[in-house]
T-cell receptor, first 114, second 115 residues
Framework: ETGVTQTPRHLVMGMTNKKSLKCEQH?????MYWYKQSAKKPLELMFV???????ENNSVPSRFSPECPNSSHLFLHLHTLQPEDSALYLC?????????????FGPGTRLTVT | AQSVTQLDSQVPVFEEAPVELRCNYS??????LFWYVQYPNQGLQLLLK??????LVKGINGFEAEFNKSQTSFHLRKPSVHISDTAEYFC?????????????FGGGTRLMVKP
């Protein structure tokens, strides 16, 4: 595997379900991000982990819970979601201690809440 | 806080024609600038970036962008587009001093290349 991978690629869940999204980066980076991409809305940064510590939580509802067990893995735990949470969830990684600054993105998980 | 405005939500263009996608930003401090492309059902891919130095930046797939500090713009150009360039393009800005390399994205521009 290379780059940033995300599983599953598609997920359909009911409002009472609990599920998790997984992201893994194979780039040796030390920061990881979750974004939400909805139709007709700009990309929304949800969570940032830098050096395995959360540095940003953009007022995301508590029904979204991130977990970063190490620098290569990032999870987004989902519970009691709403239909408006249906979106493409993108994971990204970057190297915060280098001089490159760009983020590398995974292919995303298309989430549908029914 | 910084913000990014992409002035056109859609840009239709014929194949082999030139194209410019516009991006303006606002920030009171120095920034780094990026253009990303997103093909259908895929994540974002970096096209090019401006960190410092020459204001004309060349990227992948024949794209280039010019940083204009006085106009706070970073427009993306390609002299001759192909059908395969049809995609969504995002401009993004990062404060030059921020823990976590956080990016602020514009709303995106859908480039539609017609035969």
């Amino acid at each position: 595997e290379t780059g940033v991978t995300q599983t599953p690629r598609h997920l359909v869940m009911g409002m009472t379900n609990k599920k998790s999204l997984k992201c893994e980066q194979h780039l040796g980076h030390n920061a990881m991000y979750w974004y939400k991409q909805s139709a007709k809305k700009p990309l929304e940064l949800m969570f940032v982990y830098s050096l395995e510590e959360r540095v940003e939580n953009n007022s995301v509802p508590s029904r979204f819970s991130p977990e970063c067990p190490n620098s290569s893995h990032l999870f987004l735990h989902l519970h009691t979601l709403q239909p408006e949470d249906s979106a493409l969830y993108l994971c990204a990684s970057s190297q915060v201690t280098g001089a490159t600054y760009e983020q590398y993105f995974g292919p995303g998980t298309r989430l549908t809440v029914t | 806080a910084q913000s990014v405005t992409q002035l056109d939500s859609q840009v239709p263009v014929f194949e082999e024609a030139p194209v410019e996608l516009r991006c303006n930003y606002s920030s009171s401090v120095s920034v780094y600038l990026f253009w990303y492309v997103q093909y259908p059902n895929q994540g974002l891919q970096l096209l090019l970036k401006y960190l410092s130095g020459s204001t004309l930046v060349k990227g992948i797939n024949g794209f280039e962008a010019e940083f204009n500090k006085s106009q706070t713009s970073f427009h993306l150009r390609k002299p001759s587009v192909h059908i395969s360039d049809t995609a969504e393009y995002f401009c993004a800005v990062s404060l030059s001093y921020n823990a976590g390399n956080m990016l602020t994205f514009g709303g995106g521009t859908r480039l539609m290349v017609k035969p």
